[in-house]
C-alpha cells in the first residue's frame, strides 16, 4: 500500500497541478524526428522524412512535402503543402500558400491566399483569395481578393477588398481602398487611395489618384495627380494632369497638361493646358485653353476663351469668349465677356468694359465710361477713360491731380522737370481761352508771364527806332545793287546779301524783329528791282515799236520801188 501511495504522489507532482480537463496540454516531445523543434498537428501534416527545424504545422496535409524549409508555420488544411525549401514563411488558411515551393519570408492570411505563389518572396497577403495568383516580389494584398490576379508584378501594395484585383505584371503600384485601381494590369508607379480611386485604369502608368472616385474612368493616362473626391473622374486618356479638389477636373476626358486646384476648379473643362486655382475658378470652362486663373471664382464663367491670365478673387468671372486678357485684383474685369487683349490690374479695375479690346486700366476702380472703348488707358485710383485711342492719368473729378515727369512733388496737372522735345512735327495745342471748341484763327500768342507761367496773350512786335524798319530802302540815297552784284553774291555764299547763312541761325537763332525788318526790306528791293524792269521793259516796248514802224514804211518803200521798175520793163 505504501509502495502505491508512492507512486500516486510521484505522479501527481509530475503532472503539476491538477485543474478541469477543458485544456488539451502537449508539453514534452513524442518522436525524434523528423528535424528539430518541429510541431506537426493533422492527418498528414508535415512528414516523417524531413530535416527543417523551427516549423509549425497545423492541418490536413499542412506542410506535406517540406524537406529543409525553416521557421515555417503553416496553419489550415493544404496551407503550404507545397512547400520544400522555402523558410520564414507563415501561412494560415485553407489552402493558403498551397503551392509555394522555395519562396521565403512570405505571410499569407485567409483562404487561398498566395495559393499559387510558388518561388515568389516578402509577400504579405492578408484576405480570402489576396495575391492568389501571385509570383512576384515584395508585394503587400491586404483584403479579400486584393492583387488576386498578379501573377509577376513586384513591388505592389493593395489594401482594400478587391485591390488591383485584375494586376497582372503591373509594379511599384500602392492601391488603398475599396476597389481601387481594380482594373490595373501592367500599369506601374500608380498610388491610387479611397473608394473606387483609379477604378478603371490599365496600362496608364504614374499617376495619384487621392479621394473617393478620384481619377475612377482613367484607363491608359500617365503622369496625372488628382487628389479629393471625384477629382479627375472622367479622365481617360488625358496625360500630366493636376486635380486637387473636389469634383476639380470632372468633366476633362482626354485634355492634358491641366492644373485644377480647388473646389471644381476647372469642373467642366475639355480642352488642355489650363491652370485654375482656387474654389470654382474656370468652373464653366468647355474648350478654352492656355488659360490661368487664380483666385476662388476666377474666369468662372469662362467658355471658350483662350490665353487669359486672370489673378484674383472673381477676377475675370463674366468673361465668356474674350481671349489674351490679363485682369489682376479682387473682382478686376468682372463685368469683360467677349473682350480681348485688354490688361485690367486693380481691385475692380475694367468695370464696364464687356466688349472693349486692347485697354489697359491700371488701379483701384480705374475703368472705361463705355462697355466697348478699344485702345483706351486709365491709369491711377477711380480713373475714367471715355474715348478710344486716348490715354487717361487719374480721376477726371479729382481737380488735385498733379502728375510730375523728373520730379517727386508736382504742384500742376503736369509738372515736368526737364527739356520736353516735340520730334516728328509734333505740336502743342491750348484751347482758346474762351471757347475750348473754338477752331478758327486768332490774334493771341503764346508767351510766358513773370512767374513763369504759360499764357496765351495778344503780342505785337515792335522796334525801337524807324531806323530799325526797312522804309530806309525807298529813301533815295539808299544804295541798290545792281543785280549782277546780288547773282554774284548768291553764287559766291549760297544766300542773298545781308540775311544769315542757315548755319548762323542753327548756331545763333533769330531776333524775329531783326529778321522780320529784313525780310520787309529784301521785299522792297525786289520791288524796286521789278520797278526797273518795268520801265526798261517800257522803253524796250517803245523801241520796239518804232523799230516795227521804221520796218513797216521800209517793206512799203520797197514794194513801191518794185512796182516801177515793173512798169518799166513793160515799156521796153
Aim: neutral net charge; charged residues 10%.
Amino acid at each position: 500500500m505504501k509502495a502505491l501511495l508512492l507512486f500516486l504522489l510521484v505522479f501527481v507532482a509530475a503532472s503539476g497541478p491538477l485543474v478541469a480537463q477543458t485544456n488539451y496540454v502537449v508539453r514534452t516531445p513524442n518522436l525524434t524526428i523528423p528535424g528539430t523543434n518541429n510541431t506537426l498537428l493533422g492527418p498528414s501534416a508535415g512528414n516523417l522524412t524531413m530535416t527543417g527545424q523551427n516549423n509549425v504545422f497545423v492541418g490536413t496535409n499542412a506542410g506535406i512535402n517540406n524537406t529543409t524549409a525553416l521557421n515555417g508555420t503553416f496553419i489550415g488544411a493544404y496551407a503550404g503543402s507545397s512547400n520544400t525549401r522555402g523558410s520564414l514563411n507563415s501561412f494560415v488558411g485553407m489552402n493558403s500558400g498551397t503551392n509555394n515551393t522555395t519562396g521565403n519570408n512570405n505571410t499569407f492570411v485567409g483562404f487561398q491566399s498566395g495559393v499559387n505563389n510558388t518561388t515568389a518572396i516578402n509577400g504579405t497577403f492578408i484576405g480570402a483569395n489576396a495575391g492568389a495568383s501571385n509570383s512576384g516580389n515584395d508585394n503587400s494584398f491586404l483584403g479579400y481578393n486584393a492583387g488576386a490576379s498578379t501573377t509577376t508584378g513586384n513591388y505592389n501594395v493593395f489594401i482594400g477588398s478587391g485591390t488591383g484585383f485584375y494586376n497582372t505584371t503591373g509594379y511599384n503600384n500602392t492601391f488603398l481602398g475599396f476597389y481601387a485601381g481594380i482594373g490595373n494590369t501592367t500599369a506601374f508607379n500608380n498610388t491610387f487611395v479611397g473608394t473606387s480611386a483609379g477604378q478603371s485604369n490599365t496600362t496608364g502608368n504614374a499617376n495619384t489618384f487621392i479621394g473617393v472616385a478620384s481619377g475612377l474612368s482613367n484607363t491608359t493616362a500617365i503622369n496625372n495627380t488628382f487628389m479629393g473626391t471625384s477629382a479627375g473622374q472622367s479622365n481617360t486618356t488625358g496625360n500630366y494632369n493636376t486635380s486637387i479638389g473636389a469634383a476639380s477636373g470632372f468633366t476633362s476626358t482626354t485634355a492634358s497638361n491641366n492644373t485644377f486646384i480647388g473646389n471644381s476648379a476647372g469642373q467642366n473643362t475639355t480642352n488642355s493646358d489650363n491652370t485654375f486655382i482656387g474654389s470654382s475658378a474656370g468652373l464653366q470652362n468647355s474648350s478654352g485653353f492656355y488659360n490661368e486663373f487664380i483666385g476662388s471664382k476666377a474666369g468662372l464663367s469662362n467658355t471658350t476663351g483662350v490665353s487669359n491670365i486672370f489673378i484674383g478673387a472673381q477676377a475675370g468671372v463674366g468673361n465668356s469668349s474674350g481671349g489674351g486678357n490679363i485682369f489682376m485684383g479682387y473682382n478686376s474685369g468682372q463685368t469683360n465677356t467677349t473682350g480681348f487683349g485688354n490688361i485690367f490690374i486693380g481691385e475692380i479695375a475694367g468695370t464696364n468694359n464687356i466688349s472693349g479690346s486692347n485697354n489697359i486700366m491700371l488701379g483701384l476702380n480705374s475703368k472705361p465710361a463705355s462697355s466697348s472703348l478699344q485702345n483706351a488707358v486709365a491709369i491711377g485710383n477711380n480713373s475714367r477713360v471715355a474715348i478710344n485711342n486716348a490715354i487717361v492719368l487719374g480721376n477726371p473729378d479729382n481737380t488735385s491731380i498733379a502728375v510730375g515727369i523728373g520730379t517727386d512733388s508736382p504742384e500742376f496737372p503736369l509738372d515736368v522737370r526737364g527739356t520736353i522735345n516735340l520730334r516728328n512735327n509734333g505740336k502743342i495745342k491750348f484751347a482758346h481761352l474762351n471757347n475750348p471748341l473754338f477752331q478758327g484763327t486768332t490774334d493771341q500768342f503764346l508767351t510766358v508771364n513773370e512767374q513763369g507761367e504759360t499764357v496765351l496773350a495778344k503780342h505785337r512786335l515792335r522796334i525801337d527806332n524807324v531806323n530799325q524798319w526797312s522804309d530806309t530802302v525807298f529813301s533815295p540815297t539808299y544804295q541798290l545793287k545792281p543785280l549782277s552784284q546780288v547773282e554774284q553774291h548768291i553764287n559766291l555764299h549760297g544766300h542773298l546779301p545781308g540775311v544769315p547763312s542757315a548755319d548762323e541761325v542753327v548756331k545763333e537763332g533769330v531776333d524775329l524783329v531783326k529778321m522780320n525788318a529784313l525780310l520787309l526790306q529784301k521785299v522792297e528791293e525786289l520791288t524796286l528791282y521789278s520797278i526797273q524792269l518795268e520801265k526798261e521793259n517800257r522803253q524796250l516796248h517803245q523801241h520796239d515799236q518804232q523799230q516795227q514802224a521804221a520796218h513797216h514804211q521800209q517793206q512799203k518803200d520797197i514794194d513801191e520801188l518794185k512796182k516801177i521798175v515793173k512798169q518799166l520793163a513793160e515799156r521796153k
